[in-house]
């Protein structure tokens, strides 16, 4: 192998800057030649590809976004963008391909290779850590403490005004980011799509909190079965019927996928590209590199893809005994 | 004069505490006797009033909210209501206010000091720094920061997929908070209560910009007379009807709201509380105190609540001319 | 057992207020009384115990330093001492412990342990990392990130002049918090206590970087052989011997101490706090309650502080990769 | 006028890529082509000069340093070097300068224009706030409040152990970040080159602060007429004679230089920008665009470098008052 491609793809996530440096210079140290892909698949059909330099990745391995740019193709879901994007990869010669992004990248790289042959190694590029085969994805780390900061601003105003706060987080399928912001953060309740929220026993405690506590903070996964944070409150709202109470909704938003990356997510994201360029050099392929109990691993973009990565049991009790 | 009172009302912003502090220590600094009323007005009513030391507003200088908390109070706009208060005031001895807040705070203690005689004097707390009578408002400075920040890491995702994002911002009635986040944020347009909102202009210069940017940033405040950044958003859309172009709407909310204040607010808290007290000492009532031109002001709380205070000139060319 | 006592002792980290919210609010939940020992042994020599509430540990999750304060006790370190402390644990009826710190915490405990039998739990509270039985210790990621954040500041002003920067972290007898600094902070080099510095080589690299590199960052742990970043950047300095080279020393000092917990800090603080108390409660003693591979372990004293922990030999061989 | 040049020299300072920016888009938008000059006065002897567009100062307003560079040029202090500098502009037909920075750099920019006759208007660059004619400069609220985050962070760990902090923060002739940070920071004491300092106040204070307080922070500016940071405390610990005292020192050096710049610098450093380029196209020379009471003012180089600028007195009387 001679010559590697690099691309991001799907919703970017803080760290992968530092994953496609890691891969640009772990291919140069290595002997190899380095392309990047701009947008992704998108880029790939329409022949966006340069060479990537040591000095191309200096100076980004503390910023938020992707200098190789991010988009979403539907030409590559054919059959004839696909052998666009493989005519593209044989004019540079590209032999190997590192593919940053989460299950739709994951996907389109299965495909491809099973259809052209190219070797494709992954990293977990994703904020919402909702992928199978390594302990965090790249991007995760940064989105709960920028989420985290945002609550803990909001509990500032809350406690002020005595008041109860929903805060919706983003997870469409998947509660990593709230959990982790909800026991870091102090919330009285938490609502995820893995599990079943019982809202009359929120409204139930929420009556009897004040009591004791003057202001709540319900922290509400994006994906919550019962709705998202602005339909929840109202519903609870309904149901504990006091005018006395005052309930405010926040939605965080697109700031929790920006920003400079966290250490963790710097490293974890230096650690995945390095292991994708090497794993390219020792004949892997439809695998993604990942940080499980502190090593690499290398796990098959169909288990990434098709096994479920549940929330971990012990944070789950935490948020029981933490918000009494 | 020897036992003052001090309070914070309306809206929480970031600074109060450091307000509170001062008045505090600078009353004790001089002598005085100092109360803490807890909720504003309604504690005012409730007679929830604490004597307060030195040691009482220690380690408070860096938080955000305000350790006497804030309420909105309908009982006080009764005649009942007010002289309830004044019982309690009365009650405890207390010859003196500080009252800490905004348009709504002042005009209730005009009318309470007209009707029963207690001198008070006010320090602008609010981050709309709509308030005549100090060049910035207690707050502002940070919910700016807080809001820049913040859009900053959503030029970061919205330059890796080249969108145009629409970001409200606080203001129901001021643009200060937009035009400063415009100006830092490198804002392609900002829309503001004071001026006509040109929504053909923008629609033009959206679709030409592309040829030459990849991604836009309009900043809304939220009281813009043509809606809301969601509503502004979906008729730019409308007009601009260009599926190419993916536009997202990101609502700041109460984030701004909260956090630990900026060097300035502190300053500036820190500034208006000393002042007011000495204020008080000196025999002023009925007035605010804030900072002009670097130099402490007293300014009549008619003034305060009646006059109108424009957006800089000066920034408001910038806007023009940065965006190109 | 009915009663239990928390402490913090050693140097402070942040995390260690999440870890005694945890504490009080896991023991409440199970029904036992629990109280808070201040400034660790020497509070426990002088009876300086206080009963707590749920309320007691509201709102200091996010909080840096440790609301029970901690300090070095001489007077534990004699039979006479620890017999004092014993009485008063007895006085009030505290029939275990957690015990919040480091190594000389745990070498205490074990020994008090031993003498008078009251069970003890610890949790890793240090910035250093150096503790076995746990993947991190609580504070570690935030002094990381602490530090991270003013390397990327430094790199700011080092860049803009062309200069080469040696920039002190803490660790004086462990590389954790330089290793991943320097990874995350893109640095040059990294010099840690556990490997053999070659000064030789970093001249050698340092001469030919500028041909590439116009700045550099030089990561130095405090305990490196070769001494602390001021004699280091001296020898290089006088070996290097190029007027034309700008070197300049920061030592980031009691900054990576303080400040609010990562959200990582916050959550594995709760843990460490609930798995303590849960350790008590199952008969367990003379151990330490960690994190490894994402799982609640304990670990005996006895290993915690005579069981070395190893850099990671991934992030080394990041380090050298990474800095071409 | 039909070409014009910017460049920044002296010490970088968070803004000046703001002001950059500025420059650049406010020649665009007025006719003119604008060249970046590499480096301060060594890149314009060297001609490291080239042309600047919209697109070149994208994306830079909320970075640290300066994309220009800086450089310290002892060449430009003599006859030659200045001749070589001249016919550098003349070979780009540069017929108007914008100078970023501070004392040095208008000295530098006052002799060059008096030689060789071509207009100079600066913008005041630097973090030390040091330059009359203006009432902050730009840079100067980045690096208070990098030096308050600091600052807080050190009152947690210093509140933990019950210690005596010393914190030196940059102003070799000037006690603006100290005065702002002493505030801001809570501080007990505050030392800066233009009083006086009294040890022996200081001595008697901290020995009875003790009773009430537990911890104590010392804000000294680098340029107090007593030493540095180190060297006070040392003469101040010998005093207290007291082993029950924990003393302990923290410089914060460099990281005061770098960081995303605050909305405040972002704005000014805008507003100076487009004043600077504003005046030369008014016929202005030999002279600094600043913003005094919220108004550009234009202040003749010789004011800027030989007129004093003192420090705010009620800054002053705060900080004696609110340390009680």
């Given at each position: 192998m001679k010559k590697i491609a690099v691309f991001t793809s799907g919703g970017d996530s803080p760290g992968m800057n530092a994953c496609v440096r890691a891969v640009v210079r772990t291919a140069i140290f290595k002997g190899l030649e380095v392309y990047g892909i701009y947008r992704g698949y998108e880029g790939m059909i329409e022949g966006d590809i340069k060479r990537m330099y040591s000095?191309?990745?200096?100076?980004?391995?503390?910023?938020?976004?992707?200098?190789l740019k991010s988009a979403r193709s539907m030409e590559f879901k054919t059959p004839e963008g696909r052998k666009k994007a493989y005519d593209n990869l044989v004019a540079h010669g590209i032999e190997g391909i590192v593919a940053i992004g989460g299950d739709g990248t994951f996907t389109g790289a299965k495909i491809f290779q099973e259809e052209f042959g190219i070797p494709t190694v992954g990293c977990p590029g994703t904020i919402d850590n909702d992928i199978y085969g390594t302990d965090y994805t790249i991007g995760f780390d940064t989105a709960v403490n920028t989420a985290l900061a945002a609550i803990d601003k909001i509990r500032d105003t809350a406690a002020a005004h005595d008041r109860i706060f929903f805060i919706e987080v983003m997870g469409r399928d998947a509660g990593f980011i709230a959990v982790d912001c909800g026991i870091g953060g102090g919330a009285e309740f938490v609502m995820v799509p893995e599990t079943k929220t019982d809202l009359s026993m929120v409204v139930k405690s929420l009556k009897n909190l004040r009591k004791s506590k003057s202001s709540s903070i319900v922290v509400v996964a994006e994906g919550d079965e019962e709705g998202n944070a602005e339909a929840i409150m109202q519903k609870v709202k309904e149901k504990i019927n006091d005018k006395e109470k005052d309930f405010k909704v926040t939605t965080l938003g697109?700031?929790?996928?920006?920003?400079s990356p966290t250490a963790k997510d710097r490293v974890l994201g230096s650690l995945c590209g390095m292991a994708a360029v090497e794993g390219l050099l020792e004949g892997r392929m439809n695998c993604m590199a990942g940080v499980m109990n502190q090593e690499i691993v290398y796990t098959p973009f169909g288990d990434c893809i098709g096994k479920e990565k549940p929330l971990n049991k012990e944070h789950l009790k935490l948020m029981e005994i933490l918000s009494i």
């Amino acid at each position: 192998m001679k010559k590697i491609a690099v691309f991001t793809s799907g919703g970017d996530s803080p760290g992968m800057n530092a994953c496609v440096r890691a891969v640009v210079r772990t291919a140069i140290f290595k002997g190899l030649e380095v392309y990047g892909i701009y947008r992704g698949y998108e880029g790939m059909i329409e022949g966006d590809i340069k060479r990537m330099y040591s000095y191309s990745v200096s100076n980004i391995i503390q910023r938020g976004g992707t200098v190789l740019k991010s988009a979403r193709s539907m030409e590559f879901k054919t059959p004839e963008g696909r052998k666009k994007a493989y005519d593209n990869l044989v004019a540079h010669g590209i032999e190997g391909i590192v593919a940053i992004g989460g299950d739709g990248t994951f996907t389109g790289a299965k495909i491809f290779q099973e259809e052209f042959g190219i070797p494709t190694v992954g990293c977990p590029g994703t904020i919402d850590n909702d992928i199978y085969g390594t302990d965090y994805t790249i991007g995760f780390d940064t989105a709960v403490n920028t989420a985290l900061a945002a609550i803990d601003k909001i509990r500032d105003t809350a406690a002020a005004h005595d008041r109860i706060f929903f805060i919706e987080v983003m997870g469409r399928d998947a509660g990593f980011i709230a959990v982790d912001c909800g026991i870091g953060g102090g919330a009285e309740f938490v609502m995820v799509p893995e599990t079943k929220t019982d809202l009359s026993m929120v409204v139930k405690s929420l009556k009897n909190l004040r009591k004791s506590k003057s202001s709540s903070i319900v922290v509400v996964a994006e994906g919550d079965e019962e709705g998202n944070a602005e339909a929840i409150m109202q519903k609870v709202k309904e149901k504990i019927n006091d005018k006395e109470k005052d309930f405010k909704v926040t939605t965080l938003g697109h700031i929790q996928r920006g920003g400079s990356p966290t250490a963790k997510d710097r490293v974890l994201g230096s650690l995945c590209g390095m292991a994708a360029v090497e794993g390219l050099l020792e004949g892997r392929m439809n695998c993604m590199a990942g940080v499980m109990n502190q090593e690499i691993v290398y796990t098959p973009f169909g288990d990434c893809i098709g096994k479920e990565k549940p929330l971990n049991k012990e944070h789950l009790k935490l948020m029981e005994i933490l918000s009494i």
